[in-house]
T-cell receptor, first 110, second 114 residues
């Protein structure tokens, strides 16, 4: 199975908050990332969190890290139609390579 | 942050032919990474390209199928050789970007093999 796991789909009403969850396996990961991929586009780095942090906020984005449970989440406040995309969780391994989750497809409905 | 120019953005190729994908970075970087994203799937690392040494390939990927060049610290190419329809994917290059404390990706090459 994959080292990084995410739920595959999330449907959210416009204006509500979205929460995307991720679990990872490598306890020595130093950085964890959230990437966004819009249809037909490449990957856009949204935010990252260092492993000694438990929370990071950046405008509408809040990242929570539970290192004990190896659980990472991304909360998007006031979700907009432009937030519809695939969101990938990724962990940076000791060999500087990234392991990606399968991606969560977020659909924002009016 | 680093800016990556990846070419071509898309191509349709005949089976049995080869396609070379180029990635140009606007700053010098030590490691460049090549990924494959099959339709509806996540990203899978193909190989890591270091300047001055042979690329290191992940399990399931071999040099004969995906030869990589890294002639300097700002450029790399990935060739998809002897293509079959199963090679239809998006191929992306990536670099570690100290400016953003993350990894920056090229816009990807959407390859369709017919």
């Amino acid at each position: 199975g994959e080292d990084v796991e995410q739920s595959l789909f999330l449907s959210v009403r416009e204006g509500d908050s979205s929460v995307i969850n991720c679990t990872y396996t490598d306890s020595s990961s130093t950085y964890l990332y959230w990437y966004k991929q819009e249809p037909g586009a490449g990957l856009q780095l949204l935010t990252y969190i260092f492993s000694n942090m438990d929370m990071k906020q950046d405008q509408r984005l809040t990242v929570l890290l539970n290192k004990k449970d190896k659980h990472l989440s991304l909360r998007i406040a006031d979700t907009q139609t432009g937030d519809s995309a695939i969101y990938f969780c990724a962990e940076r391994r000791n060999d500087y390579k990234l392991s990606f989750g399968a991606g969560t497809t977020v659909t924002v409905r009016a | 942050s680093a800016v990556i120019s990846q070419k071509p953005s898309r191509d349709i190729c005949q089976r049995g032919t080869s396609l070379t994908i180029q990635c140009q970075v606007d700053s010098q970087v030590t490691m460049m990474f090549w990924y494959r994203q099959q339709p509806g799937q996540s990203l899978t690392l193909i190989a890591t390209a270091n300047q001055g040494s042979e690329a290191t390939y992940e399990s399931g990927f071999v040099i004969d199928k995906f030869p990589i060049s890294r002639p300097n610290l700002t450029f790399s190419t990935l060739t998809v050789s002897n293509m079959s329809p199963e090679d239809s994917s998006i191929y992306l290059c990536s670099v570690e970007d100290s400016g953003v404390r993350g990894y920056t990706f090229g816009s990807g090459t959407r390859l369709t093999v017919v």
